[in-house]
C-alpha cells in the first residue's frame, strides 16, 4: 500500500506540474519503527502540496514547511 500511495504522489505532482503549477516529488521515507512515512516536496506554497496530497488520496496529520540548511549555517559549522 505504501508503493502505491508513494506512486499516487509522484502522479498528482507530475500532474500539477503539467497543469503550471511546478510541485516535485523529491522522496518520501517509511520509518517502520513509527509506523509513519515522511514525504518531501518542494513547492511555491505549503497550499501545493495539499493539493498534491489531496490529489494523491492521502490524509497527512500535518504538512509543513522546511528549509534547507547548508553544513555552513549550522551550529558548528565550517565558515
Not at 523529491?26 to 518542494?42: K, W
Request: aromatic share 2%; hydrophobic share 45%; proline share 8%.
Amino acid at each position: 500500500e505504501l508503493g502505491a500511495a508513494v506512486d499516487r504522489l509522484r502522479r498528482a505532482t507530475e500532474s500539477l506540474t503539467a497543469e503550471g503549477t511546478r510541485v516535485r516529488h523529491l522522496r518520501s521515507t517509511f520509518l517502520p519503527n513509527d509506523e509513519l512515512c515522511l514525504h518531501l516536496l518542494e513547492a511555491d506554497s505549503v497550499a501545493l502540496v495539499s493539493e498534491a496530497s489531496r490529489r494523491a488520496a492521502i490524509e497527512p496529520a500535518r504538512v509543513v514547511q522546511a528549509l534547507p540548511v547548508a553544513p555552513s549555517d549550522a551550529p558548528g559549522g565550517a565558515p
